[in-house]
């Protein structure tokens, strides 16, 4: 059975390690120490410096830590690929704004040694350009390992009304990270953290989308996040069936019930008797 995937990543600024250090206890999956969005101009020495000395040591036990760094573009991604990536304590770097393969590739092969060791690299598609390149970035380099949305930034540059008006951008994104083998991408974040009960109506429009998972900015929504994603006991009891069907005969076959069965519901199945397990 395959490992359970992650299905909370917390964002937290990179200029308040107090407030890091709480959230690497907060239950994420994964926490994403933020040098972009989330810290001022005047703050990003001192927030890659924090982070950096966090980083300065292996973290084997430990939730996972990854980084986003500043924009590809800008004046400060230069010193923070130099000072964060070859540190032992990264597990992944955040790469946002991405518009392009020629970006995750150059990034890759500064960033990731020759012997394919970590950090594992993660895309954020914010802008039309991003977006329509979704597939060439997804596929870019083998140290790629996910593909998300920006939904802020994203909102705005495409000028769209309502929620609604991003469906067709997040089946895209889905759509290239599963065409490029990736994983299925974690939804960008709810930005009210008071509105847990929309935040759960959006997980399970999501989750129906194709999602898995999702980026938070709060301890807060985490087991909200989680609660929406972990599969439902009728699920458990169909993946369940799925896989002692295949355990007794190879290949397609129908089950009692009507349901077809093939290597593809076989592996989607696992997935979900995976993700059950951490319940």
Known sequence: MTAPHPLTWLYVPGDRPGVVAKALHAGADVVIVDLEDAVAPDRKEYARAATAELLSEPRPHDVPVHVRVNALDGPFAETDLRTIAPLPGLAGLRLPKVTSRAEVVRVADR?????????????????????????????????????????????????????????????????????????????????????????????????????????????????????????????????????????????????PGGRFVDKAVVEGAQRVLSLAARA
């Open 111 to 255: 960033a990731v040694p020759s012997d394919g060791g970590a950090p594992t690299l993660h895309a954020l598609l914010e802008s039309a350009l991003g977006l329509e390149h979704a597939f060439a970035i997804a596929s870019a380099h083998p140290a790629l390992h996910g593909i998300s949305l920006g939904e802020a930034d994203l909102h705005a540059d495409l000028g769209v009304r309502g929620d609604a008006g991003l469906d067709w951008a997040r089946s895209r994104v889905v759509v290239a990270a599963r065409a490029a083998g990736l994983a299925p991408p974690a939804q960008s974040v709810h930005p009210d953290i008071r509105d847990l009960a929309g935040l759960a109506v959006s997980c399970a429009r999501g989750r129906s989308l194709g999602f898995l998972g999702r980026a938070a900015i709060h301890p807060r929504q985490l087991p909200v996040i989680e609660r929406a994603y972990l599969p439902t006991p009728v699920e458990i009891e169909r993946a369940e069936e799925i896989i002692e069907a295949a355990a007794v005969e190879e290949g397609a076959q129908a089950l």
